[in-house]
């Protein structure tokens, strides 16, 4: 039997997909099920999905397989299931980035990452026998463990919250909001792939644990991670994060400002207002806030929907963000403590708490 070795990233996006993470996938797109996602975001049975799960091989390996032969995957040496191929075929990357991604700058990191993918692509279903247990697979529970746990709880009503930077006020102050209003708490940093200047995946761990710990009832928080690469593609990616916190069990997820986005390539909600389009077909409640921000008049975390100083006095506004967070940590400076909290940091600090 032919075989494929994966990589990394290849490797977590298989093993997502044989947990359930990815539902209704159950196997790396087809070229029909690639371009049903990326013309119209649903597969060809009507299914939502907007974001394209593929293997990428060179021409080389391509050559070298059969359509609907079966094949040994590979991660470290080590086989860790099959794979069915029903599907070889090419793509105009410029072109699907500029669907995917609603650009072709190489300067955006989701873009350059998927002109970096090989030429080829394959379809077809996967089956994983052996989970190879990685650096971050400590802080992940499956869809299944999830699931389970929230029964036990009798939450009725789960909210996730996505992120992939270490906590700060703002997000606090998203989290409170939601455990006023609903059974339990959700929170599931991604922590795959990501961009370089990034918060590594122990930071943002540490610093999760530590505001759940020292902050949080217990009882009503929930922290898992998610094991697959941020691809920054903005509203087409916070569809795809709420589909896969659905298949964890919550039926909430906070959308918040330019949700999986970067730099100023989409507009600030823009992913809330894709994914309330499509709420009703992923089946999980999309939950909007404004953008939070620290108001110095007001001396506390709020919104636009309850401060009136963005306009009386918008010297007194001030951003709270990991951008703003990263650059100051990054010079060897402390966030205050309205900004983020000195717990939180003392967690997380080190000198190679970003990617690199």
């Known amino acids: 039997m032919k075989e494929i070795s994966l990589n990394r990233n290849q490797y977590l996006e298989a093993e997502k997909i044989s947990l359930g993470a990815y539902y209704p996938l159950s196997g790396f797109m087809t070229e029909k099920e690639f371009y049903s996602v990326i013309e119209n975001l649903i597969l060809p049975d009507g299914s939502i999905f907007s974001i394209p799960i593929f293997l990428d091989i060179s021409q080389e390996k391509a050559h070298t397989l059969i359509t609907n032969s079966t094949v040994k995957l590979k991660y470290e040496n080590e086989e860790i299931g099959v794979m069915t191929i029903s599907s070889v075929y090419l793509c105009n990357k410029k072109e699907i980035a500029k669907k995917v991604f609603g650009t072709t700058d190489k300067e955006h990191p989701g873009v350059v990452a998927f002109y970096e993918t090989k030429d080829v692509f394959i379809g077809g279903k996967v089956k994983i026998r052996r989970r190879i247990p990685l650096d ?111 298949n964890y069990g919550c039926t909430h997820i ?63 506004v001030e951003e709270v963000s990991g951008t703003i967070i990263r650059s100051l940590l990054e010079k060897g400076e402390r966030p205050p403590a309205y900004i983020m909290r000195p717990e939180v940091i003392d967690a997380i600090y080190s000198d190679d708490m970003f990617v690199k």
């Open 254 to 316: 906070i959308i918040g400002r330019d949700h999986a986005g970067v730099k100023n390539y989409y507009g600030k909600y823009d992913s809330q207002n894709l994914c309330t389009e499509f709420e009703d077909a992923l089946g999980i409640k999309i939950v909007k806030y404004k953008e939070p921000f620290y108001c110095r008049i007001c001396n506390s975390i709020t919104t636009e929907s309850t401060c009136s100083h963005t306009v009386t006095n918008p010297e007194a």
């Open 136 to 246: 971050i697979s400590q802080y992940e529970l499956t869809p299944v463990q999830t699931k389970a746990i929230f029964k036990n709880r009798k939450w009725k009503s789960v909210v996730a919250f996505h992120t992939r930077n270490a906590p700060h006020c703002a997000h606090e102050w998203l989290q409170r909001k939601v455990l006023e209003l609903y059974d339990g708490l959700f929170i599931q940093p991604i922590l795959g792939r990501k961009k370089p200047g990034d918060f590594i995946p122990k930071a943002v761990i540490e610093g999760y644990k530590t505001l759940i710990s020292k902050f949080y009832p217990k009882n009503r928080v929930v922290l898992s991670a998610l094991t697959t690469c941020g691809r920054y593609a903005g509203p087409r990616e916070a569809v795809f994060h709420a589909l896969v916190r659905r």
